[in-house]
């Protein structure tokens, strides 16, 4: 009697845990501050802004736990992504986690928002470090691999002040918002060379491009905190160079649709609350036509993060996250 042949083991979905799930937790904290302060300025319930803030922590301690273990267990898997030339940008993903929980709990839960704060901070200045160290060393990259999650690492650092003015002292924050505008320019620049003469991003990737959104948004938004709140010359720059890139990017809004649902779909999200909150920031200074913008932005960011919160949910369901790519 033949026997059959054995069959390969199912894969472990907790092997293949990617580090990019904490982007739902950076859309998801976006979303909480955007509510909270949609509260304050278009005079929305509070209610949601503290129900979202509350799921945001709740998500990041679900997959802290789940990350965690997967060190535990197949810390050979952690390292083959820390290696990984794209995956590895995305590790700083979860200590600005932190640093948008702790700007959405600053005003009700202070000490937990400081703690927040430290950890994120001092963790992000070692991702930091360590990428820019892995840049400059490199044997393995290319121009094919940059593309605008590049920007975590490093312009992640302009998220700093948002809440950091509040708890360090303010040279703290000068020195984080300086790193993080000065590489946000140097990488924009590879960025844009490698997108205008190389090959178009893999579809995977594609959602990435709406991180470009981001560094001019938070940099506003970081710039206008350290300046006391006044809307002055520069940050009006930072802050229509963020507006553009949202028109820019939502005038390309059917090639976006066409693309097949990844975790990386999730870059979408938070640099929508960035804009959003910007809006925000110069509706509550400046009125007149941003208010209405601001609504209409809350409206979209609230749209897109229900359908991605949905649709993550499905794919875990169906266990098409965590396995081989």
Known sequence: MNTPPPTAAPPQRLEHFPISFFATVMGSAGLAIAWKKAHLVLGLPADIGLALQWWALTLFG??????????????????HEFAHPVRLNFFPASSISLLLLAVAFAETHAVLAQGLWTVG???????TLTVMSSWIHHTRYDIKHANPAWFIPVVGNIIVPVAGVGFAPAEISWF??????????????IVMNRLFFHEPL?????PTLFILIAPPAVGFIAWVKLQGGEIDAFARILYYVGLFLTLLLASNALRFFRIRFFLSTWAYSFPLAAITVATLVMAERMGGL?????????????????????????GVLRGEICVPE
């Open 62 to 79: 679900v997959l802290a736990a789940f990350y965690l273990a997967k060190m535990a267990r197949h810390w050979p898997a952690v390292q």
């Open 121 to 127: 901070a001092i963790l992000h200045l070692g991702f």
């Open 176 to 189: 984080f918002f300086s790193i993080g505008l000065l590489f946000w320019i140097v990488l924009l620049t």
């Open 202 to 206: 893999p579809e995977r990737l594609t």
């Open 290 to 314: 941003f208010v209405p913008l601001g609504w209409l932005l809350l409206a979209v960011l609230s749209t897109v993060l229900l359908l991605l919160t949905l649709r993550t949910a499905q």
